[in-house]
């Protein structure tokens, strides 16, 4: 690890450092930070929870304070909680600047929003949605001044999953400079890595940490593997053990669905847990909150959907449980990455079913590492079975009489909206594109069926004959 100083940062900056305990660079600041300064643009791919966020907020500070002026710079994140911890940095590395930030995210107050962004703050942190929501909608702000476009989880915000961000991309980047630095950063940023390299037109500088693992040596990275059925059984086996034996640790399980977020939080609750939630379906507020009380350890356990899967940064968190395999492994490794963070120790555990085998060799393959075999006391599960199964069961039916799934619907009606579908055409437009492929199945199994009397009437024909000639054989025999 190199002085900061002898990477080109003020002493000021240096001083600001210190007093947050960074003292010497991690190697993606001690590589990437030149060539930012050096006015290049800039890939850079580390390991999670290797500081890639100071790696291009010190930079951007040291130029902000040679020429100070608002809006410098856009970070643009995919989501709410991240754009908040970003932000944060910018402001406590920034202080000695007086730094002027800006956030905006989604389900926070468009008004006040777009009050600040007119203030003309130095660094604007966003998610995608909301800030193409106020270029569209205001023309109170302009971005055509700004000197550094950063893209934190890159490829999260360029791939084209259920959230899709590249529509509003494309709205945001028409309103920047041309000439500007691009900064592009992630853990998992050589997936798509050809997507990327549009981004960042000016031959960026391209830095990827060496090491044959993708995730950090200090990760006890295990499986368990286990009967659906027995699954929560083991979660609950798993989380007394710890906070049996810790008093100081944190646990994140991270689980498929929304629904199935609030159900374990129900039922870990039900065994009395300090447990909270995060997902997509809650107020944003009470998101934030949520997240608050689980980092001042309020709440000693977070359930989570991928939603907090990438970038937070919480360094009480030993312990990451996958309540069900990743089907992708770099969501795998931004979900274990929430542990063993900055040199840290931390544990991964993976609940395995006999279906998600082939996702953990995936798993494997990718990472290069070998998930181990967590050790287990069976009996011990097999001993509080019954008794998590029927609490699981009250949760869901407790679940089922709120408006949970009705809130679902309107969340995704309102997503249709917000994407300018009309919901009900789109549901038609569904119900017609099921009817077409329930008529193609239907028609599959008609023409198999066919295929397969063909084939049993050729047989019967077959062995009739084969009959026949034994017959004749058996009759010229006797002559
Ligand atoms: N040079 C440094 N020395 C010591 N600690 C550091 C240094 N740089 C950053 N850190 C700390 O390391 C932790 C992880 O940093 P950061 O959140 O930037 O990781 P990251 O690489 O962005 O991870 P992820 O891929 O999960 O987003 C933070 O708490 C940060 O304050």
């Known amino acids: 690890m190199s002085e900061l100083s002898a990477l080109g940062l003020s002493d000021w900056l240096v001083k600001q450092c210190r007093q947050l305990g960074i003292s010497r660079a991690t190697p993606v600041q001690e590589n990437c930070m030149p060539a930012i300064l050096q006015g290049r643009d800039c890939m850079g791919c580390a390991k ?13 500070l040291q130029k902000l304070s040679e020429d100070p002026y608002g809006i410098f710079c856009l970070v643009l994140t995919p989501t709410r909680e991240l754009a908040y911890q970003i932000a944060e940095q910018f402001r406590v590395l920034g202080k000695p600047l007086g730094l002027r930030d800006c956030i905006i995210v989604g389900g926070m107050d468009m008004v006040t929003q777009a009050l600040e962004l007119s203030r003309k703050p130095h660094v604007v942190v966003a998610t995608p949605g909301r800030l193409a929501d106020h270029i569209r909608s205001s023309n109170t702000f302009s971005m055509k001044q700004i000197q550094f476009l950063i893209l934190d989880e890159a490829d999260r915000l360029l791939e084209q999953g259920c959230t899709d961000f590249t529509k509003d991309l494309e709205v945001i980047l028409q309103v920047l400079p041309a000439k500007r630095q691009t900064l592009l950063f992630s853990a998992t940023l050589t997936d798509t890595l050809q997507e990327l390299k549009s981004i960042a037109l000016n031959k960026p500088f391209f830095w990827e940490s060496k090491s044959e693992t ?30 049996d034996e810790h008093d100081d640790w944190s646990i994140i399980i991270f689980t498929n669905t929304c629904k199935n977020c609030q159900i374990l939080t129900m039922m870990l609750r039900a065994f009395n847990f300090p447990t909270i939630s995060l997902h997509s379906m809650m107020k944003q507020k009470q998101r934030f909150a949520n997240l608050a009380k689980f980092k001042s350890s309020v709440y000693k356990i977070l359930i989570a959907t991928d939603v907090a899967a990438r970038g937070l940064d919480i360094p009480t968190v030993q312990v990451v449980i996958n309540h069900n395999t990743p089907g992708l492994p770099k969501i795998y490794i931004h979900r274990v ?17 006999q279906y998600d085998i082939h996702l953990v060799h995936s798993i494997e393959e990718h990472t290069q590492t070998k998930l181990k075999e967590y050790p287990v006391e069976e009996e011990e599960v097999l001993q509080i079975l019954t008794q998590v199964n029927v609490t699981r069961r009250e949760c869901e039916i407790k679940l089922e009489s709120t408006d949970f799934d009705e809130k679902k619907e309107i969340n995704k009606r309102k997503q249709l909206i917000l994407e300018g579908k009309d919901p009900d055409l789109e549901a038609k437009r569904k119900a017609e594109l099921e009817k077409i492929r329930s008529q193609k199945k239907k028609f599959k199994e008609k023409i198999q069926e066919n295929i397969q009397k063909q084939k049993n009437a050729q047989l019967k024909k077959k062995l009739m004959k084969k009959k026949y000639i034994k017959k004749k054989k058996a009759e010229q025999m006797a002559k």
């Open 48 to 60: 999670t929870g290797s500081g890639k966020t100071a790696a291009f907020v010190l930079p951007v």
């Open 214 to 243: 993708r995730t950090v040596e200090e990760l006890d990275q295990r499986y368990i593997l286990t009967p659906e059925k027995v699954k929560d059984a083991y979660l609950v086996h798993l989380i007394q053990t710890f906070t």
């Open 337 to 353: 990455g929430r542990t063993a963070r900055a040199g840290r120790n931390g544990v991964s555990i993976t609940l395995v079913t």
